[in-house]
């Protein structure tokens, strides 16, 4: 147990183990940050955490979905480079207004990972490969639009771009920020509040049984990976806002670093456990580490994934641990 | 049996030959061979040579996903097999001695690096995607580390000729991948390692309990995947004289696995062939040459494979053929529920 | 009086899978207020029959009714909607969820689509009380006993306001106790009008609670028959078409328990144990003995097994074979010893489902020989058709995938598996479990020629009279420990030994 849970004087269930190690990892990780570098000390770091992280937050939510299921998206770069080539294309190349090009993208986001959800249920294909198929074609079609990328200069999406939401007198947020809490707490409910998202859990604890417990466990999985489509497909569109260009090069590996914080965060890859929050905490970790390395400045960005690999490691042999023992 | 490997193998051996009828269609001098100067030359010698790596990480790779696993690292390890490779000879005098030691330096890190994930898999018992998952996000950093950031080029003569030189007319790339598959193709049939590998992945607990060291199985195909990486990866870099971190090998983990599935043999484990997975890489080697050849924006590329594959994975998946048979033959009397798939228990 | 109108009647059902016709124009019939039990053999197609009847498959021909009115379902959910509720042999919930979220799962109480956590608990609690279950309703399920599991997925299939319950095989994982009590819920439920369907190998089980019975045999209809009408004899006599004869003449065959007992030691456990598995313990065997485990469901039979073998390591103690000291701590180990272990779960630590009969049979002697020394595909397929005649294994095809063989089938092929390793030590966990008569029979009858053969056997068995029948002693296990080793002479009856497994060793 950790020092944290014996201090709160509560006993946590076994399977809360992992996102508690993942929280104590996060504490430590800013502790030794603020106490290494001044500058890291200021709420504005963890601020600029989310501001500078809310698209893959988004992405992550949606890959949370489908790993709850048991499945696994890899089509979520692709869609997210998608994304912000349509917006690209339809902002720069066609003019048209922001809301409509915004409808357009979420809509394609949706019918993909219908797409996917439908080979993966009506042809029994396994999820690995149907959104393998769906990556390539994602990122084919990012190519036949543009091989170049776009600078995107609209006034909404400037305008949505550079709000700052202040929060008290020395700290501020963006819009992407709120876009993405509001993704992660609707996410949240759906999860613990209603029979579609106790149905997700079912699916990955045993489709098999659900499936003669009489649950609709064929739309809940096309829902899932549509959910991750439009997902990936928001994803993109605050990618846009954040950097105001639409690149057919966007988000590649976008789905390892997804997967790797869905994992942090305590989500078991065979699915039926794990919370929206550990996907949280997961992104967080990720943000801190790059964020770490920033600050020292002397290491090369290599690192970054040596890093991230590494502490991947340690969380899965965690995770190994904690469920060998509630065998 | 025969009747299973037929239709096993059917599939995919289909779609490359109407691709390559397309191809022969489309470009009437496609399959023109030239000899030149004791060498071959052509699109499809093009599509045997620059296939290799991918043919070579596809043996590999099917008996991985054979044990019920995956190996996401490959692409990692072809990356850092030829940034050592690299490394070594740029640092040293030019010539065949320096070539071979680069190759066993290159090769050794990559036993080392199965090694590692035989490890995780094997002794920790994590889940292989999650396992190779590490090396494959660390892989490229370690790459990086190893060529310090840089682009190695290489000037070597030597080095050249296990991505372009040439043996007995052929390329020699081919060459070696053709003796890798013949080698695992005999270890794999004539001894009991098929019949081992294919229990493993088919019920690994009954084959524990039935005394086998899944264990040992386990380290030995992870580290023949991995070294079938760094041998691709020697070649990838010959081929291009240099080593780049970022880009040597990069998706060619998602080309082999896609190779492996459409040759027939299962993701979940159990029955493989590595016949169908040789198919199955060079169905997708075909389609880049077709790009290529027929002069179609290389910017379709991903979009064609990825169109190709849907449409192999289709006719391999038994729930697509049962919905396109039973619309062709309607049944007589209510038959409105789906059967249910061969996994629920029809003891009565 | 006239014959109250059927709830349900099914005409002329037809059920084909591939190479195999499971159904071939069955009747069925269930009347409101009645038990129906449905009995055959594996493969007779009780399986195939109810999940037609319960929407999971759909029909090749034949007319399913319900009150009259004719019904096509297409899938479990709309047959749940009509009011038919299951409880399938294999708990058919899922681990990961909560007890009361598997109670009411897909129905869960709801305001403005959110639910309602606390009203749901409520609930559960309720429909478990129904059935005298007590446990912590936000607890998860995989941390309940399978025996708690099995009620809480009665317990579900009572939420509904159905009108049809169909039981398959609801008690072989509960003790006496817990099955009393199933049958008590039965009968109140029969009481209310609900019709019952009841599957179950246990006969007396059956001629307690049933008031009527179908028989089916290889996919075809027996008859019909009311429970007054018929005795066991005559029922098992119409499902295997055998006489059960040969089972009472297995009594008197075989070694004595006096040879037996001055043959050489051919195990030796001494404070045997493993934390979890089973208390430390001591038990010597003879060559040619048959040692019979008895307990009920949960008390170390299983565990004390596969310590023998070498499937979980111990934690203390030692064991010698042939008089030396070996530290079993793997399979590999077990069978190098020449031991060899029948595991209870076919399916799950057996067989390799998508590899042919002739593969499975293989399967250990190859293993044994590693992977370079193969056996050439001359001998695999000499060893194959010898097993598969002398177990008279159906159908007598080695190529065929062992995944479509019915249990008693796919049993037989891993009892050749084991057998083919030449062990000097046989232990069987549960190898009657859910196959036919006929298959039960051959199986008894083989144990006692092995050990007239010198073969050492552990036989696990929920049937008390098999291992009765079969075992020179019984060890009782009661709560994770040893009680009582006793020998079976003709002092020993089925009462004592309960007894002994319900209280513990007798002063």
Redesign the interface.
């Known amino acids: 147990m950790t020092t944290l849970a014996r201090v709160k004087g509560y006993r946590p269930q076994q399977r809360h183990l992992p996102i508690l190690a993942t929280m104590a990892l996060l504490i430590g990780a800013y502790i030794f940050g603020a106490s290494s570098y001044e500058a890291f000390g200021s709420g504005q770091v963890i601020l600029d955490l989310f501001i500078n992280n809310a698209f893959l937050l988004v992405v992550a939510v949606g890959m949370t979905f489908v790993i709850l299921t048991g499945g696994i998206d890899l089509s979520v770069g692709s869609v997210v480079a998608l994304s912000t080539v349509i917006s690209g294309d339809l902002l720069q190349k066609h003019g048209w207004p922001a809301y409509a090009a915004i409808a357009v993208v979420l809509v394609v986001g949706a019918l993909l990972g219908a797409g996917m959800g439908a080979l993966i249920h009506f042809f029994e294909i396994q999820p690995f490969i149907a959104t393998l198929i769906g990556m390539f074609f994602a990122r084919g079609l990012c190519y036949t639009i543009t091989t170049e990328a776009y600078s995107i200069d609209n006034a909404t999406i400037a305008t949505l771009a550079q709000t700052q939401i202040p929060l008290g007198d020395e700290l501020h947020i963006s819009i992407s920020v709120v876009v993405a809490l509001v993704v992660v707490a609707a996410a949240a409910y759906v999860l613990a509040f209603t029979r579609f998202g106790r149905t997700v859990y079912s699916i990955g604890g045993n489709a098999q049984s659900a499936m003669l417990m009489g649950l609709k466990t064929g739309r809940t999985k096309i829902a899932v990976y549509t959910i991750s489509g439009v997902c990936s497909a928001l994803g993109g569109l605050l990618l846009v806002l954040y950097k105001s260009s639409g690149d057919p090069l966007n988000g590649v590996g976008l789905e390892l670093t997804a997967i790797a914080a869905v994992v942090i965060g305590g989500t078991i890859l065979t699915g039926g456990s794990g919370y929206v929050l550990g996907t949280v905490l997961g992104i967080m970790v990720l943000g801190i580490i790059q964020t770490l390395i920033t600050f020292d400045g002397t290491l090369n960005s290599w690192w970054t994934s040596i890093i991230t690999g590494a502490l991947l490691f340690v969380f899965i042999v965690l995770q190994r641990l904690v469920t060998r023992r509630t065998r | ?1 025969k009747a299973l490997t037929k239709q096993r193998l059917f599939w995919p051996v289909v779609a490359l030959l109407v691709l390559l009828l397309g191809d022969l269609i489309a470009s009437p001098s496609f399959f023109k061979i030239e000899l030149r100067d004791v060498h071959l030359y052509g699109n499809v010698i093009d599509i045997l040579k620059n296939g290799a790596p991918l043919i070579l990480i596809a043996i590999g790779m099917t008996l991985v996903i054979a044990t019920r696993g ?1 190996d996401l690292s490959v692409g990692a390890v072809v990356a850092i097999s030829g940034a050592l490779a690299c490394l070594w000879i740029s640092d040293n005098p030019d010539g065949v001695g320096t070539t071979l030691i680069a190759f066993g330096l290159a090769l050794g890190l990559s036993l080392l690096l199965g090694v590692w994930n035989g490890w ?1 898999v094997a002794a ?4 292989p ?3 190779t ?10 790459a ?2 190893i060529s310090d ?1 840089q682009i190695i080029t290489v000037n070597s003569h030597s080095f050249e000729w296990i991505g372009s030189g040439y043996l007995f007319t052929l390329p020699g790339a081919i060459l070696i991948a053709l003796a890798v598959f013949v080698l695992a193709s005999v270890l794999v049939r ?4 098929g ?2 590998v ?2 493993v992945g ?2 690994p ?9 899944s264990a040992r ?1 386990t380290w030995l195909v992870y580290v023949f995947c991995a070294l079938c990486a760094g041998i691709a990866g020697l070649m990838i870099s010959a081929n291009v004289h240099s080593a780049d ?1 970022n880009h040597a090998g990069l998706f060619i983990e ?1 080309d082999a ?2 190779a492996v ?1 459409v040759g027939g043999t299962q ?2 484990g ?2 493989f062939s590595l016949g169908g997975s040789v198919i199955g890489a060079l169905l997708i080697q075909t389609l880049t040459t077709t790009v290529n050849a027929l002069g179609i ?1 290389p ?9 190709v ?2 449409v192999v ?2 006719l391999l ?4 053929r049962r ?1 396109f048979r039973r619309r062709r033959s309607p ?18 | 009086m006239p014959e109250p109108q059927p709830m349900v009647r099914m005409s002329g059902i037809r059920k084909e899978f591939p190479g195999v016709l499971a159904l071939d124009g069955v009747d069925f019939r269930m009347f409101p207020g009645e038990v129906h039990a449905l009995m055959g053999e594996n493969g007779a197609g009780k399986s195939t029959l109810i999940k037609v009847l319960t929407g999971v498959y759909g029909v090749d021909a034949g007319t399913i009714e319900l009150t009259g009115d004719e019904v096509a379902f297409n899938g479990p959910g709309s047959a749940q909607q009509a009011g038919i509720s299951t409880v399938y042999q294999e708990v058919n919930l899922c681990p990961n969820l909560s007890v009361a979220e598997n109670v009411c799962l897909g129905r869960e109480p709801r305001r403005f689509g959110r639910i309602q956590w606390g009203a749901m608990r409520r609930r559960a609690e309720e429909l478990l009380a129904r059935l005298d279950v007590h446990v912590d309703v936000s607890a998860e399920l995989s941390t309940c006993s399978i025996a708690v599991q099995q009620l809480v997925a009665i317990a579900r299939a009572l939420d509904v306001d159905a009108r049809v319950l169909v039981l398959d095989e609801p008690t072989s994982s509960l003790d006496a106790g817990e099955v009393e009590q199933l049958l008590q819920v039965v009968r109140s439920l029969r009481e209310s009008g609900m019709a019952i369907l009841f599957v179950s190998h246990f006969i007396d089980q059956v001629f307690a609670i049933a008031d009527r019975m179908t028989v089916l045999r290889n996919g075809k209809l027996i008859g019909e028959y009311r429970t007054a009408d018929i005795t066991p004899v005559e029922l098992v006599t119409k499902m295997i078409g055998k006489e059960l004869q040969v089972l009472e003449d297995l009594e008197d065959s075989g070694p004595t328990r006096a040879e037996v007992a001055d043959a050489p030691v051919l195990l030796a456990a001494e404070d045997l144990g493993r934390k979890g598995g089973v208390a430390p313990f001591s038990l010597d065997i003879h060559a040619g003995e048959v040692v019979g485990l008895a307990g009920l469901l949960g008390s170390g039979r299983t565990e004390l097994a596969r310590l023998l073998f070498g499937a979980d390591h111990a934690d203390s103690g030692t064991i010698q074979v042939d008089g030396e000291t070996t530290a079993l701590r793997t399979p590999r180990a077990g069978l190098d010893h020449k031991i060899a272990f029948l595991s209870e779960n076919r399916k799950a630590e057996g067989l390799v489902e998508e590899l042919t009969v002739r593969e499975n049979i293989v399967l250990a002697l190859q293993a044994s020989r590693g992977w370079a020394r193969p056996l050439s595909r001359r001998r695999q397929d000499e060893i194959a058709e010898k097993y598969i005649k002398a177990l008279d294994i159906r159908p007598a095809n080695p190529e065929a995938l062992v995944g479509n063989l019915s249990g008693g089938n796919q049993q037989k092929v891993l009892l050749a598996r084991w057998l083919i390793t030449e062990p000097r030590l046989l232990i069987l966990d549960e190898p009657t479990r859910g196959i036919d008569i006929g298959a039960k029979t051959e199986i008894q009858r083989l144990v006692t020629q092995l050990s007239g053969d010198g073969m050492a056997v552990v036989y696990i068995s929920a049937e008390l009279e098999e291992v009765l029948r079969l075992s020179h002693r019984v060890v009782v296990l009661r709560d994770r420990k040893v009680v009582a080793i006793r020998d079976n002479n003709q002092a020993l009856t089925a009462d004592d030994v309960m007894a002994t497994m319900a209280e513990g060793v007798q002063a």
């Open positions: 049996m995956i995780l920790l018992g994590i889940q995607i999650i396992a998952l590490i090396l494959m996000v660390a892989g490229r950093g370690i990086q580390l950031g004539r001894s009991a390692l019949l081992l294919e229990a088919g019920n607990e009954a084959s524990r309990l039935a005394g086998l060291r199985l971190a998602l696995i896609l599935v993701l979940t159990g029955r924006p910017e379709s590329i991903m979009l064609f494979k990825a169109i594959v849907l994975c289709l998946s038994p729930a697509f919905k049944q007589a009397g209510p038959s409105a529920a789906t059967p249910a798939p061969e996994k629920v228990e029809v003891t009565a």
